[in-house]
């Protein structure tokens, strides 16, 4: 260490988390900086918990603070956002909140129409990674916003059930054919045998007796497909 400890070395403090340069009074009365938005937001989210109280804030309070910020950078800045979200969720490790932060990103788009940016699919899909996670992003927003679920928040994976398969049976992903009258009676003929008046009755191609044959016409065989076999 004191190899680098010399007195030419310049120390050069730079930090992402900014102020705006207003002064402040803390909770307790001392002089504070005010942090803009995306700093204020950073050191919330890798701390919140959420719908914890903390010794200088209620759980309510620090939870309506954590949405306001990302409703309103996700409008103002959602290239920034969405990549902290994705981070928070990934190597931050912060389950709850960037589940959190993701409804609160589509719901202030949506509110706003706004069409820049990433898309609220890829941000919902970039918090992601449990199986359980998207049953638990469906129940705050029910709990948050009611039972209408708009289309990028309900499609919370990647391969979506939408009816075309059977869950729970079918592995596969391939489309269910509709049920007609050609799939499931039509002329599914076995190879025609061949009658004799002497020996056994034979396939078609194999050797015979030579006396007159008959061939039996081809009668209609309901078809055994698996509901998930492509048509």
């Not at 990302?70 to 709850?96: C, F, H, I, K, S």
């Not at 909140?97 to 993701?102: D, E, F, I, K, R």
């Not at 948050?144 to 309900?154: E, L």
């Not at 007609?180 to 004799?196: D, E, I, L």
């Amino acid at each position: 260490m004191a190899r680098f400890n010399t007195r030419t070395a310049k120390a050069q403090p730079k930090s992402a988390v900014a102020s705006t340069g207003r002064v402040l009074r803390t909770h307790e009365g001392g002089r504070g900086q005010e942090r803009d938005p995306r700093s204020e937001l950073f050191l919330l989210a890798v701390a919140d918990f959420v719908s914890q109280d903390t010794f200088y804030e209620k759980a309510e309070d620090r939870d309506d603070r954590f949405a306001r910020l990302v409703r309103d950078l996700a409008v103002a800045d959602p290239q920034w956002t969405a990549g902290l979200l994705g981070w928070l969720r990934g190597e931050g490790n912060m389950r709850t909140a960037s589940l959190v932060g993701a409804a609160e990103y589509v719901h202030a788009r949506l509110a706003a129409g706004a069409t820049d940016g990433p898309s609220n699919r890829q941000v919902v899909a970039s918090v992601l990674q449990r199986p359980d996670e998207p049953g638990e992003l469906l129940a705050y927003w029910t709990s948050a916003y009611g039972r209408a679920v708009p289309k990028p928040s309900s499609a919370v994976s990647p391969t979506p059930y939408d009816g075309s398969t059977t869950p729970g049976r079918c592995s596969s992903t391939t489309p269910r054919p509709r049920a007609t009258a050609s799939a499931t009676s039509s002329t599914w003929c076995t190879p025609p045998r061949t009658r004799t008046s002497r020996g056994r009755a034979t396939s078609s191609g194999t050797r015979s007796t030579g006396a007159t044959t008959r061939t039996p016409p081809c009668r209609p065989r309901r078809s055994r497909r698996s509901p998930c076999t492509a048509s």
